[in-house]
């Protein structure tokens, strides 16, 4: 695997004589992650806000461990370069990535970066609906997002692009104006687990949808809501999907009920004791 580096402004100008490897390592800002193999950060350059994510290799042992449990490991930034790319060439509102760099043809020491311009302001889903339960939404507004939520999913998945991770708290709802139904934007974000290819294979679309479909689960969401999720989504006649998908479905209710029941088992009293 050959060395890669892509720089855009400002960090075309501001590393011109510098090794990029080693500039984006002394980057300061507020740290997100900080793992042996991984950091986030968040840095400001003239006034703009970035986020940095920096990978160092995992290691052969962290390698075989992902595969040993049948999970494809994340390797380096690579992996949301491409995404970005995919989702970007398909129209799909994401992040802007201005630097992206990758060293070394070993996969478990790879070094490798990717920055990309803040998204401000926004707030993200779980954030926005939050208080649903106790504050409900003007209806036209919660359905408007619920049909963009699932259309921009579709079309992620039409794309060849599946998240892993694909929760509300990773679509971002940009609050420069005020929502209004037939008028807003989001975007997807956090793609470094996405993985590309010519086409998304089923099982992988359905862990996305239950991911999703979990992550929605205590807001109040009513029957309807889930419908007009699935109409969106197929873009179908709701009767056909209900029948074709019905696997899919149940499938979903099973994927959250075991997903609700790790959380709690997480999070319970004592969990981490």
């Known amino acids: 695997m050959s060395d890669t580096l892509i720089l855009r402004e400002p960090f075309r100008s501001l590393w011109a004589d510098r090794d990029a490897f080693a500039a984006v390592e002394a980057l300061q800002g507020e740290v997100f992650r900080e793992l042996e193999a991984r950091r986030t950060l968040r840095t400001e350059v003239s006034g703009n806000g970035y986020f940095v994510k920096i990978h160092r290799g995992v290691g052969w042992g962290e390698i075989f461990k992902n595969w040993s449990t049948l999970k494809r490991p994340v390797l380096g930034a690579g992996q949301e370069w491409q995404a970005i790319q995919a989702l970007t ?8 990535a201005v630097a992206f760099g990758e060293r070394g043809s070993n996969p478990a020491a790879q070094h490798s970066f990717i920055i990309t311009e803040e998204l401000a302001p926004t707030i993200s889903l779980e954030d926005y609906s939050r208080d649903w339960l106790d504050k409900p939404p003007a209806p036209t507004s919660k ?10 999913t579709a079309a992620m998945h039409r794309a060849g ?20 139904t037939h008028d807003f934007k989001l975007s997807i974000i956090d793609l470094h687990r996405a993985q590309v290819r010519a086409q998304v294979p089923r099982r992988w679309r359905d862990k996305d949808l239950a991911g999703l479909y979990f992550s929605a689960l205590e807001i109040g969401l009513t029957r309807r ?9 197929f873009a179908s006649p709701l009767r056909d999907t209900l029948r074709l998908e019905a696997p899919l479905l149940a499938l979903l209710e099973r994927k959250a009920q075991k997903l609700q029941a790790r959380f709690e088992r997480k999070y319970a009293p004592g969990a981490g004791e």
């Open 89 to 96: 060439a398909a129209g799909i509102n994401t992040m802007t």
């Open 143 to 152: 359905w408007a997002l619920i049909r963009r939520v699932a259309e921009m």
């Open 161 to 180: 692009v599946n998240h892993r991770d694909c929760y509300i708290c990773h679509f971002l709802l940009h609050t420069d104006k005020p929502m209004s």
């Open 225 to 233: 809501d889930k419908l007009r999720f699935l109409k969106a989504y």
